[in-house]
Structure formats: C-alpha cells, structure tokens
C-alpha cells in the first residue's frame, strides 16, 4: 500500500507559478508510476502529467505541456509539479495517485489517491 500526501497549492496570479509536491510513502515505492490530476468545480477529474518512478518516462496533457513539469527526488520519496505561466483554467483541486502499471491517463487506472491541494489561479 502506498501513501501520498500532496501540498503547495495556493493562490497565485495568471502568469505566476507554483510547485506541488507529493510526498509517497508505504511499501516498495519505486514500483509505482505517479501522476497528477485536476478537478475544477463541476468538472470530471482530468489526467495532467504521470511519471514513472523507474526509469523516471514523463507524460503530460496537452493543455499543460511546455507550461508544466513533473520530476521526483527519489531520495525524499517525493514528486513535484512545476507549474509556470498559470493561467486561470488551471484553477482546481490537484490530486496525485499511484499505479503499479505504468503510464496511464484515466483515473480509474490508479489504485491510491492523495487528499488534494486547492490551487486557485487569479485574472
């Protein structure tokens, strides 16, 4: 089982930017591929960027590639979402989630979910 805790989010001015982090803990962490998700209020939940923990292969959406990064930092467990020029339809709840099967973008796919961080993106 794999636990995750996501933090960083906050208000931030169109343009600005932002890190998330996801801090995994729990067993054999390296087996799993992490990603990110989005949910903006009366929206489904939409994939944005997953990366697999060996040998570390990024994804990314397409309304946030080249304005969004996903890395991990295999020594604190932990991996982060930078996220620059924001603009205000990234505004939602971020989630990480873990799966053992490697890259995938439906959320149905991944068996663990972190609590979400509010990220709120201002005109």
């Known amino acids: 089982q794999v636990q995750l805790v996501e933090s960083g989010g906050g208000l931030v001015e169109a343009g600005g930017s932002l890190r998330l982090s996801c801090a995994a803990s729990?067993?054999?962490?390296?087996?799993?591929?992490i990603g990110w998700f989005r949910q903006a209020p009366g929206k489904e939940r939409k994939f944005v960027a997953q990366?697999?923990?060996?040998?570390?292969?990024?994804y990314y959406g397409d309304s946030v590639k080249g304005r969004f990064t996903i890395s991990k930092d295999s020594a604190k467990n932990t991996v982060y979402l930078q996220m620059n020029n924001l603009e205000p339809d990234d505004t939602a709840v971020y989630y990480c989630?873990?799966?053992?099967?490697?890259?995938?973008?439906?959320?149905?796919?991944?068996?663990?979910w972190g609590q979400g961080t509010q990220v709120t993106v201002s005109s």
């Open positions: 729990g067993r054999t962490v390296s087996d799993y591929a």
């Open positions: 990366i697999s923990w060996n040998p570390g292969n990024t």
């Open positions: 989630a873990a799966n053992l099967q490697g890259p995938r973008i439906f959320d149905y796919q991944y068996d663990y």
